[in-house]
């Protein structure tokens, strides 16, 4: 599976931007899908992961209530609805395919830049 990450970019505080993540392979579906961030001089944090049906998203506490996961297994595609964003948002945001405990593919990243 490869993994193309897009829609990053520089927003005001209180925007909004959708993160997209075109998968390649016939396999995507049987794949639960996560996003990741690492601002600089920070770990890689997770923050949104849907199951391979779309059901049972769940993300992090500090994006619940602003950010949506969504995927549309038909189109090979996982996006990422961001509203209300602040400056600690801003990171650059990892794609990512996991079958186990742990990403078995990791997309390139999209940088994410909110300005306050």
């Known amino acids: 599976v490869q993994l193309q990450a897009s829609g990053g970019g520089l927003v005001q505080a209180g925007g909004s931007l959708r993160l997209s993540c075109a998968a390649s392979?016939?396999?995507?579906?049987?794949?639960?899908m996560d996003w990741f961030r690492q601002a600089p001089g920070k770990e890689r944090e997770f923050v949104a992961g849907?199951?391979?049906?779309?059901?049972?998203?769940y993300y992090a506490d500090s994006v619940k209530g602003r950010f949506t996961i969504s995927r549309d297994n038909a189109a090979n595609t996982v996006y990422l609805q961001m509203n209300s964003l602040n400056p600690e948002d801003t990171a650059v945001y990892y794609c990512?395919?996991?079958?186990?405990?742990?990403?078995?593919?990791w997309g390139q990243g999209t940088q994410v830049t909110v300005s306050s």
């Open positions: 990512a395919a996991t079958r186990g405990r742990a990403p078995d593919y």
């Open positions: 392979g016939r396999t995507f579906s049987s794949y639960r």
């Open positions: 849907i199951s391979w049906s779309g059901g049972n998203p």
